[in-house]
């Protein structure tokens, strides 16, 4: 035996209402990717992917890039804590 799951309105079937999934847009991801562009934050960025590829070519080393990448980190949240809060309603 089948059973159908209906829903019933006044004697009635009630209509499915198909919504139109919208992509959301992380405004946070909008600001960071702008901050990213800014002169700051392509320097260094570029002290980041210098010192990346400076490890990356050692076969031994006990250097990493964390402070390189503390700094880029901290260059692009400055930025974006001064234009996130814009952009919210």
Do not use: W, Y
């Amino acid at each position: 035996m089948v059973f159908e799951d209906k829903m019933i309105t006044n004697g009635e079937p009630e209509e499915e209402e198909e919504e139109e999934e919208e992509d959301m847009v992380d405004p946070l991801e909008t600001v960071r990717e702008k901050c990213e562009q800014t002169e700051h934050c392509v320097h260094a960025r570029e002290r980041l992917e210098a010192c990346e590829t400076r490890v990356g070519s050692r076969s031994e080393t006990t250097e990493d890039c964390t402070e390189e990448l503390f700094d880029f980190l901290h260059a692009r949240d400055h930025c974006v804590a001064h234009k996130v809060f814009q952009s919210i309603k």
